[in-house]
């Protein structure tokens, strides 16, 4: 417990000095009685002799007012308080292959539409951000609370190039970070693991591509770099693993759905891989990712509590007064 106005509790310097002056009192009494001869003092309003516990009012009395002291100087507790916090990046891949129409009416806007709903039910702890890659990458929303531009963000978003899983991983881990991390285009695989960005264990990749991986750089250490800072990368695989053809500047594109690289991006970062086949199964595994609770000291004052504590005290006492005395002092 701490207090807001720690000077008020020399105000409790006050207690014993009503102790002192209670004791005195009770023996000036003592000696009263004892050169009287009598045993009216120690009698209560029913004429029975009140005994030791005659103290007993008076030193409830005496914790309210120490209690009622205390609450002068605004006390304050820390509550261990769960809640949801952490940021999230939706990261969008913008190929044109996501203008397939194996989820109606495109695999881009499928993924738009549930991205929308997953916004709306985040609570305003929760920061967002969003990513869009195809060949390269791009923030194009840093990460907010502000639910409405995390909206215009991703209705910005529109289809063109090839895919780069590792570009968009490693411009997530950059909104993440909140700075841009710079790797040098000829470092190794080992350079890339010795890289050390901080760490975000509370922070999400949510990773809605269909997995056609048409770049040279490798998706899985990048994935790596992720699960060295502690972020979870939750791949969302768009479209359908038969695959449909589309129309690219006259020429005919196969595209299918490649589960395994992404399932793998999950199984290295320690996230999980969802499959959504439609645009009600794309929803649904919204739903279904885990932002895990977190635990965090809330500071929270309790005069009020405390005050509530030495009234309740104080009509007590003076209830037992009113019991064996048949007054209040």
């Keep these: 417990m701490s207090f807001i106005w720690p000077p008020m509790l020399l105000s409790l310097l006050l207690v014993p000095i009503l102790a002192i002056a209670y004791l005195r009192l009770m023996g000036r009494r003592a000696a009263a009685g004892s050169r009287l001869g009598t045993t009216r003092l120690t009698e209560g309003a029913s004429g029975r002799r009140v005994g030791a516990h005659r103290h007993l009012p008076p030193a409830i009395f005496l914790v309210a007012t120490a209690l009622l002291l205390a609450a002068l100087a605004r006390p304050t507790v820390v509550l261990a308080l769960p809640h949801m916090e952490g940021t999230v990046i939706l990261a969008f891949d913008v190929s044109t292959s996501m203008l397939a129409d194996d989820l109606k009416p495109s695999r881009m ?94 922070a999400v990749i949510v990773l809605l591509s269909d997995g056609e991986h048409t770049s040279r750089s490798d998706p899985i250490s990048v994935a790596q770099l992720a699960a060295n800072a502690g972020v979870r990368v939750l791949p969302i695989g768009i479209g359908s693993a038969d695959g449909t053809t589309l129309e690219i500047e006259g020429y005919r594109v196969a595209t299918a759905l490649n589960e395994p690289l992404l399932s793998a991006i999950a199984t290295v970062t320690d996230g999980a891989y969802f499959r959504a086949a439609d645009e009600a199964e794309l929803a649904a595994v919204y739903e279904a990712i885990d932002l895990r609770l977190a635990i965090d000291g809330e500071e929270v004052e309790v005069t009020a509590l405390v005050a509530a504590a030495a009234m309740l005290l104080l009509v007590v006492g003076a209830g037992l007064t009113m019991r064996w005395f048949g007054r209040v002092p």
Aim: charged letters at 15%; zero cysteines; a negative charge.
């Design 109 to 202: 806007d499928a993924a738009k539409r549930a991205a929308g709903i997953f916004v709306g039910g985040q609570p305003s702890t929760i920061q967002i951000g969003v990513v869009a890659f195809s060949d390269g990458a791009l923030i194009v929303q840093q990460p907010t609370t502000v639910q409405v531009d995390v909206l215009a963000a991703i209705d910005r978003l529109a289809p063109q190039g090839g895919t780069s899983l590792g570009e968009g991983m490693f411009a997530s881990l950059s909104a993440i970070a909140g700075r841009p991390i710079v790797i040098d285009p000829e470092a190794s695989e080992e350079d890339l693991f010795a890289l050390d960005i901080g760490y975000f264990g509370s």
